[in-house]
């Protein structure tokens, strides 16, 4: 079983930049993607970015394309997601997860293993 936490989410001002980071342990060796989620308050969770493990596809929604970009250092088993120009509708709790199989999409009812959430806040 895999084991994911997220940490990296802060309070930041309109225009500014984030990194997360999603650090997994326990049995690594077999899951074939990551993926990165948010859920803002009374909204239903989204899929942000994935990248797979198997050809290194990325995936983004069209909200982050051009101010996202996932990433992943093997080395360490954890993948980033770098944010900038972000705005205050990128205000959720973010999570990341792996999926339940080999075929996926960057859609949440692909996913399982899911982290505890960090939460980003964009406000002036």
């Known amino acids: 079983q895999v084991q994911l936490v997220e940490s990296g989410g802060n309070l930041v001002q309109p225009g500014g930049s984030l990194r997360l980071s999603c650090a997994a342990s326990?049995?690594?060796?077999?899951?074939?993607?990551i993926g990165w989620f948010r859920q803002a308050p009374g909204k239903e969770r989204e899929g942000v970015s994935c990248i797979s493990f198997i050809d290194d596809t990325t995936y983004y929604a069209s909200s982050v394309k051009g101010r996202f970009t996932i990433s992943r250092d093997n080395a360490k088993n954890t993948v980033y997601l770098e944010m900038n120009s972000l705005q205050p509708e990128d205000t959720a709790v973010y999570y990341c997860?792996?999926?339940?199989?080999?075929?996926?999409?960057?859609?949440?009812?692909?996913?399982?293993?899911w982290g505890q959430g960090t939460q980003v806040t964009v406000s002036s």
């Open positions: 997860a792996i999926p339940d199989g080999m075929a996926w999409i960057c859609e949440p009812t692909d996913f399982g293993s």
């Open positions: 326990g049995s690594t060796l077999n899951y074939y993607a």
